[in-house]
Every structure is written in structure tokens, then in C-alpha cells.
């Protein structure tokens, strides 16, 4: 079976190349503990090895001979549209390598799905003043996660598909979309991966979580990847952990790697460490 590159160089060496194909991952992490960076460097990385090799080369090395990048990658938001999260990326990565992986990267903006119900004005999400007109269209648009679910069925099978954030459907539960309806997607997700082949990363912050809906959206993924701040003495470093991850954590068990620590450059998120039991 080959697998998919995550796009980090030391993690994806260390299992064997990649994840393997038809799973739905949980980034879920602390603020600015390396679940976002690592999605913006997963789904740059697997962009730019199509689109300018001399740069993946550089930035990412020789991927292993059981690893292939996927036909496409697609970029799914709730709450941003393409220019912003490209100025986002630019904060983490190298400008050439962000505006060579750009062109290779399709952006899905959900924000007037997202948005459409709420008090907001449609200015602020759509660039544009609401019209008489549209307040039709407005009550038959589809839901957010109905929109969510037209997306995936077309666009993720076989291919890399990242989902910015699963924290902005928790923050806006109501009678329409209840936590209940959350969690019957993430498992109904999870079910439709096996079929598609390919790979699913899904952002979410555990600030925003209790202890109990996290461990239910860990149930209803096929892996988990834990982000979090360790502080020792006066320095702070970013760790990462791998939970629960079929095909992989094996691997890491077989090492008795417990635990990485990150490291944030130009090229973004990498493993600069590997802590193993004693």
C-alpha cells in the first residue's frame, strides 16, 4: 500500500514515508502549538512537489519510494477565502515556495454557507451589500455542513483534503447544527475515507473543547495528532504526539517513540526531536 506525505520531512522518514491512504486525521492542539503550521505545511509541501521540484527538493528532500503525492489538493474553510489564508501561509513558509504552491492548491470558501444564518452583515463575509434579491436566495441556500459534505463527496476521494476548522462549526452550535450533527458528520466522514483512498486533516483546537467532546471526536477519527506547549525552565518548546493512528502509531511503537518536538522554519513545521522511552 503506498502512502500519502504529511509534507514533514523527519515524521514522514521516520514512518515510512507517510500516512496511509483512506483516513481522517484530528490535528487538535493548544494555540500556536504547530496543528495549524503543520496543515499549511502538509498541504504546501504535497502542492509544490508538482508544482516546482528544485523547491520541494530543497525544502523537503527525496520522498520515499513508497510514498506519492495525491492528484490534488484541496483547502476547505468555514470562515476565509483564498487571499487571507494565503497571506497566513506567507507567516509560516518561504514567499517563493507559498506563491509556487498556490496555483496547485484548490481553495473551497464555505463562508457564506457559514455565515448566511447569523446577524453578520454580507459585506463583511461576501464583499458585497445584501440586495432584495438575494434574501431569496439567502433561505434556500444549503447548510454549512450539507455544503461541507457536497465538497468532500466530490473532491476527496484519492486526493489531500484539509478541513480549517472543525473549532468554527463547535463556536456556532445552535437548533440548526447541534453538536449532535457535528459528530454524526465526522463519523459519517470517517466511514466514506476507507472507500475514497485518500487523506483527510481536520484542525481543531482543544481549547475549545471539553475532555469528553474531544475523546468523541478521537472516536470518530481514524487518528489523532496532539499539539501542545511544554515548558522547561525558562524555554517553552512545541511537542507533538501521535495518538491512535492506524498503520502508523505501530510503527512508532515499534521505535518507542513517545513523543516529538517541533521546530517552525521557512520551510514550516518539522520534527526537531524524538523523545523514545528509556
Known sequence: MRSIPFGVPRLDSIIGGGAPPGNVLLLAGESGAGAREFLYTSVTMNALSKADEDLFDLHYGTLAETASPPPEIHYIS????????????????DDEMVDAALDTIEFHDLSPEYFQ??????EWYLGEPTKLEDLGDRQNRESVLSALGSTLSEHAPGNLVVVDSLTDLVASRSEDMTWADITMVMKGLEKASHQWGGLILVLVSTEALSDRELGILKGATDGTLMFSWETGGSKRARTMVVQEFRGVLSQLE?????????????????????????
Open 78 to 93: 468555514f470562515t476565509s477565502g483564498e487571499t487571507h489564508l494565503r497571506r497566513e501561509m506567507l507567516y509560516t513558509m
Open 117 to 122: 444564518l447569523s446577524s453578520i452583515p454580507r
Open 254 to 278: 515499534s521505535e518507542n517513540i513517545v513523543q516529538f518536538e517541533t521546530e517552525i522554519s521557512e520551510s514550516g513545521l518539522d520534527v526537531s526531536d524524538v523523545r523514545k522511552i528509556r
